[in-house]
């Protein structure tokens, strides 16, 4: 009995370490945020920048592999606030779409029809996965959860 709480506690404490340290990761994806753009930050082309460089906004590669390799494969990057200050005939456009036009001005392709969890996924694998493994090891409880699974089949 005191290995099986030992193990009880371990993985707990396994899962609670592996979200502390993940949780950054999974704020960024769709099912959490909510916004359908991953991306907060909205590019403009260098040539149309207005503000002043690393106040206002930042210059960066594109996040998108496939973009960071065309002409331009870098922009300069406004968070949605410094961006309507600063461009405000864009003030009644919507985040998604606006940051549809700005891609599509640069030339890139954005991501279409993500996976809501795609950050999420391997992360709840990593938290699961090493302490249900260790018990699986554990040939009692492997065939318990077999027998279910016997027992539920018609």
Not at 4 to 18: G, K, Q
Not at 83 to 107: C, D, T, V, W
Not at 110 to 124: A, G, H, I, N
Request: glycine share 6%; aromatic share 16%; hydrophobic share 40%.
């Amino acid at each position: 009995m005191r290995v099986f709480r030992l193990w009880l506690f371990l993985s707990v404490l396994w899962m609670i370490v592996v979200a502390f340290f993940s949780w950054e990761v999974v704020r960024r994806d769709e099912w959490w945020s909510g916004d359908p753009d991953i991306y907060a930050d909205l590019p403009v082309r260098c040539e149309n920048v207005k503000g002043t460089a690393d106040v206002d906004y930042a210059l960066r590669e594109a996040p998108e592999p496939w973009n960071a390799y065309r002409t331009p494969g870098f922009a300069c990057w406004y968070t949605e606030h410094r961006f309507r200050q600063l461009f405000p005939s864009y003030a009644s456009i919507s985040h998604a779409k606006l940051g549809e036009m700005l891609y599509e001005n640069l030339g890139w392709e954005s991501v279409k029809d993500r996976d809501k969890f795609e950050r999420t996924k391997p992360l709840l694998m990593g938290a699961f996965l090493p302490p249900f493994g260790q018990s699986c090891h554990r040939r009692r409880l492997c065939l318990g959860v077999l027998r279910v699974r016997a027992a539920s089949e018609p």
